[in-house]
């Protein structure tokens, strides 16, 4: 018990230690930056006009190359209000994106890697006429897929045994990536069969990201891993100078075994995500098996961001596999969304779902700040008739941002789309379902960095046997769900103040 309690004071002095020398950079960063701009204001008078056409400048810039105003909106009035702390805060960001060692690498490996991204041109005929998998294909990038078993689960701890099963089945290759790793029971469990497939000769690979393990790993736990044979990437490692704002993480959830089985899906490796030990009463969260063609398009997006920053597979068509399956029928697509690109193809892909559906959209989502496409699309859906339903989280897991996404609930209210509160605890799976024909389910939420900062995955079907227990999965949750009435949704005087305030940073948040 005491070796427990001082491994557990040792690795809180870690987190301790790692998050003041971030912290520490960042303010050293930001106070230069101000101490030398108030310096040139005082002894060069032009510096402050100089200041003022830069802000004008930004804003112009915002304005013109903007694709969503109301991601850019923030921004202008931020600069226009706070023009020092504004154009800081821009140029940090900024040059941290142009200059980030990073981003230029899964830039290049991610062009490099469209060459593995091949239409079968039989499937392309099929879905010739069908504008929702044309644009994932042909604009997106991600190649439409059938013969597929595809196999949905409505929690985390389900999801988890059957990867236990796939991973100890694996022979030739393991490849991991996920935003959280946290030791424990589910952690534990896997990487006691990673490391006895490592020994075995399997390839097992493993990524996380490094802000998102900050609080759960030690900083040379990669070292640790790769001791015990098994290779390790750590997305983006913080440092107080290079890499501290790192706006864009690694949010994707992915495991492929041995080309033949991905899965994917909203949880993380920690256990809360299998409801032990969670913080916030029942965690409802989901995972998808995937088994057939599409899992490529998995392995591809894994190695795509693992030779980025290892360039050891010069030919990733060894890690490609065949595999029979039972089912011949539906469209099938995994896709990953970057930062890096110009197209927003998670957000297009919900805004397809809603746009064109006829009946219903059911969505499960953690976080609802959303911009004016989408809350126009939904109200838009539900006033022409669709059954618009969304299920977020009745016990919040960040306070703020949830105040944040409840600012959403009485525009959408009020446009007849229906919010119900998760009873039982916190939401974290990401699904859209509509007309019992078409859904996605990822890791993308209803929020800016889902849908503009982060790289994140998901997988579009259509025609597939399991979107209905999709469906089933988000009906059971509204049984158990509060419906949010207009009264309710109506904020008080000063939480509306503190709501507005706070969208203001909503793209940051």
């Not at 915002?62 to 504004?86: D, E, Q, R």
């Not at 069969?193 to 020994?199: F, G, Q, S, V």
């Not at 492929?256 to 969670?278: C, H, P, R, W």
């Not at 392995?299 to 360039?311: C, G, K, Q, S």
Request: proline share 3%; hydrophobic share 45%; glycine share 6%.
């Amino acid at each position: 018990m005491n070796i427990r309690m001082g491994e557990r004071i040792r690795f809180m002095k870690e987190v301790i230690k790692r998050g003041l020398v971030v912290a520490i950079g960042l303010i050293l960063q930001l106070s230069l930056s101000f101490i030398i701009y108030a310096f040139l204001i005082e002894k060069l008078w032009f510096f402050n006009l100089l200041f003022g056409f830069v802000k004008i400048i930004l804003v112009v810039y915002f304005i013109k190359n903007s694709k969503n105003y109301s991601a850019t909106l923030p921004w202008i009035i931020i600069l226009l209000l706070f023009p020092v702390f504004g154009t800081l805060m821009f140029i940090v960001l900024a040059q941290n994106k142009l200059n980030s060692k990073v981003l230029k690498q899964i830039l290049t490996s991610e062009k490099e890697n469209k060459k593995y991204f091949v239409q079968d041109k039989r499937i392309r005929e099929e879905f010739q006429n069908n504008s929702r998998l044309r644009y994932i294909s042909d604009f997106a990038g991600f190649p439409v897929t059938k013969k597929n078993d595809i196999t949905y689960y409505p929690l985390g701890e389900l999801v988890f045994d059957e990867m236990i099963r796939e991973l100890e089945k694996a022979e030739d290759f393991i490849f991991l990536e996920y935003f959280i790793i946290s030791q424990g029971l589910m952690w534990n469990s896997i990487l006691k069969i990673l490391e006895k497939k490592a020994k075995s000769g399997v390839d097992v690979r493993v990524i996380y990201d490094d802000a998102g393990c900050i609080a759960t790993l030690d900083d040379a736990y990669d070292k640790e891993l790769e001791k015990k044979g098994i290779k390790c990437v750590v997305f983006n490692k913080l440092a107080p100078v290079s890499g501290i704002i790192m706006n864009h993480r690694d949010h994707r959830k992915i495991l492929v075994i041995d080309g033949k089985v991905a899965f994917s899906g909203g949880i993380n490796i920690s256990d809360e995500y299998i409801n032990l030990n969670s913080p916030h009463g029942h965690w409802k969260d989901n995972g998808i098996k995937v088994v057939g063609e599409a899992v490529w398009n998995y392995t591809v997006m894994f190695l795509t961001i693992w030779n980025a920053f290892h360039a050891e597979d010069e030919d990733l068509y060894k890690f490609k596999r065949s595999v029979k399956t039972r089912n011949k029928d539906g469209f099938v697509v995994p896709y990953g969304e970057t930062p890096l690109d110009n197209e927003l193809t998670g957000e297009d892909i919900y805004l397809n779902i809603i746009n064109q559906a006829q009946k219903y959209v059911y969505i499960f989502t953690p976080y609802l700040i959303i911009d004016t496409d989408v809350l126009n699309a939904l109200s838009l859906a539900a006033k022409r008739g669709v059954d618009v339903r969304i299920v977020i989280p009745g016990i919040p897991d960040k306070k703020i941002v949830y105040t944040l996404s409840e600012s959403y609930l009485e525009l959408l209210v009020q446009g007849g789309v229906k919010i119900y509160k998760y009873s039982p605890g916190f939401v974290h799976a990401k699904v859209f379902v509509a007309d019992d024909f078409m859904a996605t389910v990822g890791t993308i939420n209803l929020d800016y960095r889902s849908l503009y900062l982060h790289f994140e995955c998901g997988i579009y079907m259509e025609g597939v046997e399991c979107i209905k227990d999709i469906k089933k999965d988000v009906e059971d949750a509204i049984k158990v769900s509060h419906e949010v009435p207009l009264k309710e949704a109506t904020p008080k005087f000063f939480k509306a103040i503190w709501q507005a305030i706070l969208r203001l940073f909503a793209p940051l948040m």
